[in-house]
């Protein structure tokens, strides 16, 4: 169903019920495909879900005419523009009528709980953070995202959003990081460390030092367990780890990088001989099981946390499997009333003056603090 207005008040009164997800039809690397058969994929598993689709009404309309389940499920909000990958932060806020735009501004009015897009990640950290405006307690946005670890899954927050962070920074994300764990892990009181050069009390910086000192007055105390160092993030020891932006996009990149050279040199090793390739035919059952456990699509919608609204960030070289988990995450912070539990964790430190530090100046963390990392 196309409507190019926006739904209407009976529309809406209609759906007042049903969770609603705004989608940048046209962000990403194979959009508007992967797509529309991502959603195709979460409508099964989200049957009270609706999608409010942006992007070009031919080419999505055509595409739902082959899909399965999302018949009544869309309506499709034809836009005129989209913002490409390479297009830098400041020239995408220029582009009113973009899918991404748009669907970022029917979060903001009302017309939708979340956003979810494969686009362009600088650009949408830049809308979404002056579009929808961060939630008031939080002096800044962070990106968390799971991944995989020897005990399980693990969350980690900042993922790029902010290059430089202060003790207040580093506190709230941990607040937010606990909120997401128990929301989307269903982790009922989840472990919180602080990601450092050495577990040691006496290590690291002073934004460091005063953050943990923070985190051991707080009502987080009983979860926090200190410092934890590069290795505890796959090693599981917390399964929520906070740090700031740059040292935590340095962390992604360096472990997406180890998972690739580890499939690459067991595909190395299962097939330099004869002998080599009835090896694999014997560990081929627990082969599976790792490569499913490592799938990347399994981690695909990272978030950004502490603004008025869900927004989810998907890869943008997924695949409709991929898409659709990173669909999951949103749909279950929406039906979780994850922004209501952030607002109530951060309620629990008003009136700690020692638990919040001052929030740095404009000089001290430099002119550009959003990150605009892919």
């Not at 998972?259 to 694999?280: M, N, P, T």
């Not at 998907?314 to 949103?330: E, L, P, R, W």
Request: net charge neutral.
């Amino acid at each position: 169903m196309i409507d190019p207005q926006g739904p209407s008040a009976t529309e809406s009164q209609a759906r007042s019920s049903a969770p609603v997800l705004a989608v940048d039809a046209m962000g990403g690397d194979h959009a508007p495909d992967v797509v529309i058969a991502g959603l195709d994929i979460a409508a099964e598993r989200h049957p009270k879900a609706v999608f409010q689709v942006f992007g070009d009404p031919a080419r999505i309309d055509a595409l739902l005419r082959q899909t399965k389940r999302l018949k009544d499920r869309v309506v499709v909000r034809p836009t005129t523009e989209t913002i490409p990958d390479d297009m830098k932060p400041t020239a995408a806020l220029r582009l009113r009528d973009a899918s991404m735009r748009r669907a970022i501004d029917a979060v903001a009015a009302g017309e939708a709980a979340g956003v979810i897009s494969a686009g362009n990640t600088g650009a949408l950290l830049a809308l979404a953070k002056i579009v929808l405006k961060t939630m008031s307690g939080i002096d800044r946005p962070a990106m968390a995202a799971i991944g995989p670890s020897a005990r399980g899954d693990v969350v980690m927050l900042d993922l790029g959003a902010n290059m430089v962070c202060d003790a207040r920074n580093l506190v709230e994300f941990a607040v937010m990081g606990d909120m997401f764990a128990r929301t989307v892990l269903g982790l009922p009181s989840p472990t919180l460390g602080l990601l450092n050069v050495g577990s040691e009390e006496m290590k690291g910086d002073e934004i460091l030092k005063r953050a943990a000192e923070a985190l051991r007055a707080s009502p987080l105390s009983p979860q926090f367990q200190g410092f934890v160092e590069g290795h505890d993030i796959a090693g599981g020891t917390v399964d929520v780890v906070v740090t700031d932006g740059f040292t935590g996009n340095v962390a992604l990149k360096t472990g997406e990088g180890a998972l690739r050279l580890v499939g690459d040199l067991l595909k190395r090793v299962f097939s330099a001989s004869i002998a080599a390739k009835l090896a694999y035919l014997l560990a081929r059952p627990g082969l599976n099981r790792l490569r499913e456990w490592l799938d990347p699509r399994r981690y695909n919608g990272a978030v950004l946390l502490g603004l008025n609204g869900v927004v989810v960030k998907s890869h943008g070289g997924t695949d409709a499997q991929g898409f659709a988990h990173a669909v999951d995450v949103a749909m279950d912070m929406i039906v979780n009333r994850f922004n209501e539990r952030i607002k109530d964790g951060l309620s629990q430190y008003a009136g700690r003056a020692a638990l919040v530090a001052e929030p740095a100046t404009e000089a001290a963390l430099g002119a550009n603090p959003v990150a605009t990392a892919g």
